[in-house]
Nanobody, 122 residues
């Protein structure tokens, strides 16, 4: 019913920048929060940043001042601008859409993207 398609991952040197995008498509009425999580090898998935439909944001302490999350509500798309990247930012980054209301079914839903690899070399 709903798909999240991520793009923008890749290989970058330390100190470089990348911009991730995630577009949600399907029978969407509204999405409350959209966010980015990441999972490094051998570690649990962790929150990177989240933004609500009203524009409120929350960041992990490890990325504050370096990453910026933004959103285009009309396009159901969320972005993550990542600057001053560090090797410890290397992970698979997952897009999440939370409290999604659909046009075609009651209830609220939570969706995940397939993940995009970000690798930062030292």
């Amino acid at each position: 019913q709903v798909q999240l398609v991520e793009s923008g991952g890749g290989l970058v040197q330390a100190g470089g920048s990348l911009r991730l995008s995630c577009a949600a498509s399907g029978s969407i009425f509204s999405i409350n929060a959209m966010g980015w999580y990441r999972q490094a090898p051998g570690k649990q998935r962790e929150l990177v940043a989240v933004i609500t439909s009203g524009g409120s944001t929350n960041y992990a302490d490890s990325v504050k001042g370096r990453f910026t999350i933004s959103r285009d509500n009309a396009k159901n798309t969320v972005y993550l601008q990542m600057n001053s990247l560090k090797p410890e930012d290397t992970a698979v980054y997952y897009c999440n859409a939370d409290w999604v209301l659909l046009n075609t079914a009651p209830g609220r839903y939570d969706y995940w993207g397939q993940g995009t690899q970000v690798t930062v070399s030292s």
